[in-house]
């Protein structure tokens, strides 16, 4: 199994940005998928989290600037992030909590992609 992150890059305060992310391989169910980041010198912070029957969960420093998003039938999980600003900047991680055939559950994490903020 492997996640796929993709969409980050440099932004203007105050500008948008869409991060995605895709599951693949030997998948049997996929669980809740979310977002974290990781700014230098700081903890690794859950930022979004959705459910597989589509509830969210925000953190309260995103709420009302980033949506999350999924497709179940494309295994692929969004963020929108809107009205960026300065530290919003970090590494952003996607993450599934993943069933493979043969029933064993792992969490399954992306490999990053970084957000920058600056004008």
């Known amino acids: 199994v492997q996640l796929q992150a993709s969409g980050g890059g440099l932004v203007h305060p105050g500008g948008s940005l869409r991060l995605s992310c895709a599951a693949s391989?030997?998948?049997?169910?996929?669980?809740?998928m979310g977002w974290f980041r990781q700014a230098p010198g700081k903890q690794r912070e859950l930022v979004a989290r959705?459910?597989?029957?589509?509830?969210?969960f925000y953190a309260n420093s995103v709420k009302g600037r980033f949506t999350i998003s999924r497709d179940n039938a494309k295994n692929t999980v969004f963020l929108q992030m809107d009205s960026l600003k300065p530290e919003d900047a970090a590494v952003y991680y996607c993450?599934?909590?993943?069933?493979?055939?043969?029933?064993?559950?792992?969490?399954?994490w992306g490999q990053g992609t970084q957000v920058t903020v600056s004008s």
């Open positions: 993450n599934a909590g993943i069933i493979v055939p043969g029933g064993t559950f792992s969490t399954y």
């Open positions: 391989g030997n998948i049997r169910t996929i669980y809740d």
């Open positions: 959705i459910t597989p029957s589509y509830s969210p």
